[in-house]
């Protein structure tokens, strides 16, 4: 069983909504229609074998292929999801999954210029994490590593007009949202390996 990552005596959930491009096997070429969709993922923080990764309960996509390919190859719980995300001076975010109350509406921006987390600060320990861990149906855990670049943060502020995404894993929020921004990370996932 997966027991949650705590800083501080508190352990976190982040609810994180991007779009992805460029979604390419290694080596291949990106295929227009099949390469970019609108994300949304709740997740928690753990560490298997000493390996810190996140989990995720969830991830919402607009894309129906990619939840199919997800789900089938990578054991992760994608949902469908009809989303929106507009970009004027803020992003304006939309995501409500098929059949669900799982919705969010928030508008969000940066603050801030960027910069790289401090080794033992909560954002390090949110964002510096370089596997994946999921289950597959029949309760096996499985890793996938995650290479990506230190993330380059900027604080933010955001307006949510609804967010529900965490009512059907039975979970309330509790205290004032931690908020963050990042403008790009280029982020490359290996198979994955039963632990």
Request: aromatic letters at 10%.
């Amino acid at each position: 069983m997966l027991v949650p990552d705590q800083h501080s005596g508190s352990a976190w959930i982040g609810i994180i909504p991007f779009r992805m491009t460029g979604i390419r096997p290694y080596g291949l070429p990106a295929i227009p229609v099949l390469s970019e969709t609108l994300e949304l993922n709740v997740r928690t923080y753990t560490t298997v074998a000493g390996v810190p990764g996140v989990y995720f309960f969830s991830l919402d996509a607009a894309s129906r292929l990619a939840v199919r390919i997800a789900r089938r190859f990578f054991h992760l719980p994608y949902f469908d999801a009809t989303m929106t995300c507009r970009e004027d001076e803020s992003f304006h975010y939309t995501s409500a999954r098929r059949e669900s109350e799982a919705c969010c509406n928030v508008t969000y921006a940066p603050t801030g210029g960027p910069s790289v987390s401090v080794h033992g600060s909560l954002a390090h320990f949110l964002t510096e994490r370089y596997a994946l861990y999921t289950t597959d149906s029949t309760g096996s855990l499985y890793r996938g590593d995650i290479h990506h670049r230190p993330w380059e943060l900027q604080p933010a502020r955001a307006q949510f007009d609804l967010n529900t995404m965490t009512r059907p894993l039975d979970l309330t929020l509790s205290g004032p949202p931690l908020l963050h921004f990042s403008r790009e990370l280029e982020v490359s996932i290996l198979g994955l390996s039963k632990c």
